[in-house]
Structure formats: C-alpha cells, structure tokens
C-alpha cells in the first residue's frame, strides 16, 4: 500500500510515525505502514457468499455460503487469538461480508477487543439501518469497491444496478458519519474511468480512494490479457499523482493510496526528486519503513474455511487452519518453507528483481502475480513498470 497523497503532497511526516514509537500497537490507522514490528494487518475473507458477480473476484464467490464456514463461536476464538498476538487491524472481507448476518457481531467483538475493525464491501447491501449498526460499532472505515461509473461499473460486477446500490451505500455512511472510501482495480477495461472517479470522489467530498493494480488470481486470472501495460500503467500513476496534487493545492485534500504494486513507490520518489528533493528525502525515509510487499509478514489472510495464507490472493497454498491451530503459532511456524522465505524473501527473488537498487523499498513486489504468469513465484513481478536504467541495472 504506497500512500500516494502521504508521499507526493507530504501529508505525512517522518516524524509524525516516530512520535508513537512506530509500535502497531500505538500507531493511528493511517500511520500503521510505518510500523517497526510488522504485526500483520489481517484479512478474513468471512464468507464465500456474495449478491455480485464480479469478473475479477479473487476469491471466486458464489450466491451461497460455503458450507463449512467458521461459525460465529470459530469467529470470536481468532479474534481472541488475533488480539493475544498484538494483530492492530482485522479486514472482514469476502465474498460479501455484509452478507453474513453476524458481521456486526463479529466487528463489535474485534473492537472490544482494541482492535480496529474494517470492511471491504461491495456496498449495495449497506442501508440506513446498516450504516447505523456499523457506525455505532465504532468501525475505523468501510472501503466501497467501484469499477468505474454507472455502465463501465455494472459490466464488472455482473448485475445491473450494481453502481447505484453502491452510492447508495456510500451515502448512507456519509449521513452516518463512517470513513467511506473508494476501491478501484485498474485494468484495460476501465482505466478510462480513472479520472471520472476522481471527479466523483469530489463531487461527492468522500475522503479516500484507493487504486488497486490487477492480480491474477480468481476469477481475476481471466483478466491477464486486459492487464496494463508498463507504459499504460506510468500513464495512469501519472494521472493519479496529478489529480491528487490538484485536490490538495486546491484546498479540497483527499486520502489517495495505489495498492498490490510496490514499483509505485520508487517511481513517486524518482518524481519527486526531479520536482522537490527535500520532499524526496522524507517520502525515502518513509518507503524504507514501508518495507514494501509484505506478504506472509507484515499482512496475512483468514479464509472463510479457517485456512491461513499469506495473503488474500494465495488461496492455492495454506500453511495450516485456525480450527486445528491458532493463526499466531502458525505465522509464526518456520517450520513450512514457504513461510520462512516470505519472512526474508528479498534473499530469494531472483532475475531484476534480486539487481535492483530498491528492493529494500519494493520488497521484491508481488509473488503471486509472477507466480501466475512465468509459474516462478520467485522471478521477477512482471507488473514492474520500472526500467533497467530507474532500477540500477543499466
């Protein structure tokens, strides 16, 4: 998660994660990247079931539950254990987790616990009475997938009036007081409708929006063709960078993140050096504490099942289930190959990715996207936009 507002418009501060010590355990939500201890933020994907049908879902949602998703009592035994471990953040996710009828329940608990407790929805099931039970949990955010406008939006979702029951959805977290944000997986299909979401992020004064790069997994592995190209995609950072630095000259600042790419990161820096190098020095200072990708380290994933992955895209490797030993002895198993190497695997990444002069800052991108093209999940992420000559090699 590279923070593009944080970086490029210096909304943030190295001082300012250093005045919590950056312990998890201290730092506010927007700071948590900055963390030294790397807890790791935990996705639980609550339920297989979703009212969508969308072309690019990673985690292949169906209509109905899965039948042998963890019960409410499962639940509430990994929240317990996730808080015994120091986990700052839990994301109930999906499927469609507001699908699942004790999701209030369940956030309610987590936050009890001192945890915080986010969802990635859909929004089309997020009423007024919704959005109050969810408000009056003390939910830290509600992330709200788009596409792209009312058309372009609809195709990926697979239902017609996918948009509007969205909006409505973002509206009534407006009215309720919730954080609401924007979440929008760039691909060939809609990268048009990058700039129209910017305009609707304002129009509308919703105050984050997060640009999610494409990775191959789910039904999202049928999109391999439409993924962007390195020139299509310099393209689109560039539009994000520009839009976002607009928004906040212009007094009307807005949280802008990108998402699952960590080339983002050298290439804010490199702008930035061009444009203002004390501004540079202290987005460096801040990449370095990022760390990057932190897959199976710094952000782990609970399926609907109880297996444990290292992220919510590695759906085709477990390294065990909650049911049959707690996610904090697991994480912490060395004992499974995989698991240690993504503890350390700046050491393992192989071709550019093992030569480049920011693979301390990247942390070698995403393995399950090399994975899935060249079946390498240790060669370079061929998502990297960066030339030979930005990364060193030249």
């Not at 079931?49 to 998703?69: M, S, V, W």
């Not at 924007?182 to 979401?197: C, D, H, P, Q, S």
């Not at 928004?247 to 702008?271: F, M, Q, S, W």
């Not at 200072?285 to 609907?304: D, F």
Request: aromatic fraction near 8%; include cysteine; charged fraction near 25%.
């Amino acid at each position: 998660m590279i923070g593009i507002s944080k970086l490029y418009c210096g909304t943030v501060e190295p001082s300012d994660a250093l005045r919590y010590g950056r312990d998890s355990g201290r730092l506010p939500s927007h700071l948590l990247q900055f963390s030294a201890d790397k807890r790791p933020v935990v996705v639980w994907n609550v339920t297989k079931a979703c009212n969508l049908r969308c072309i690019h879902c990673y985690a292949h949602a169906k209509p109905q539950p899965a039948p042998n998703e963890l019960s409410t009592k499962e639940g509430f035994a990994l929240l317990d254990d996730l808080d015994s471990f120091g986990v700052p953040v839990v994301l109930f996710s999906g499927g469609e987790p507001l699908a699942r009828v004790d999701l209030v329940d369940l956030a309610r608990y987590a936050m009890a616990k001192g945890m915080r407790a986010v969802i990635s929805t859909n929004g089309t099931l997020i009423t007024g009475p919704v959005a109050k039970s969810l408000k009056e949990v003390g939910l830290s955010y509600v992330g709200i997938s788009l596409d792209g406008l009312r058309e372009v939006n609809d195709k990926f979702r697979g239902v017609d009036g996918a948009f509007d029951l969205a909006m409505r959805g973002v509206d009534n977290c407006l009215d309720a007081g919730i954080k609401v944000g924007l979440r929008f997986t760039m691909n060939r299909l809609n990268v048009a409708e990058a700039g129209k979401i910017f305009d609707l992020l304002e129009a509308k004064d919703i105050p984050r929006l997060c640009f999610y790069h494409l990775v191959y997994t789910g039904r999202g592995s049928s999109l391999m063709e439409e993924g962007l190209s390195h020139e299509e995609t310099r393209r689109v950072l560039d539009l994000i960078l520009e839009r976002t630095k607009d928004l906040h000259d212009r007094g009307k600042p807005k949280e802008i993140l990108t998402v699952d790419n960590h080339a983002d990161g050298p290439y804010v820096y490199l702008r930035l050096l061009e444009e203002d190098p004390d501004a540079a020095a202290s987005a460096l200072e801040l990449l370095k504490w990022n760390e990057g990708n932190s897959s199976g380290r710094g952000i782990g994933c609970v399926s609907w099942d109880g297996q444990i992955h290292a992220d919510q895209f590695w759906r085709h490797h477990s390294f065990g289930n909650v049911r049959e030993k707690p996610f904090s002895e697991v994480w912490t198993d060395l004992s499974d190959p995989l698991m240690a190497r993504l503890k350390d695997k700046k050491r393992y990444v192989l071709g550019r990715c093992s030569k480049c002069r920011w693979l301390d800052i990247c942390g070698g991108n995403f393995r399950v996207r090399a994975e899935a093209v060249t079946g390498d999940l240790w060669a370079p992420d061929p998502a990297c936009y960066l030339t030979d000559e930005e990364i060193g090699l030249a």
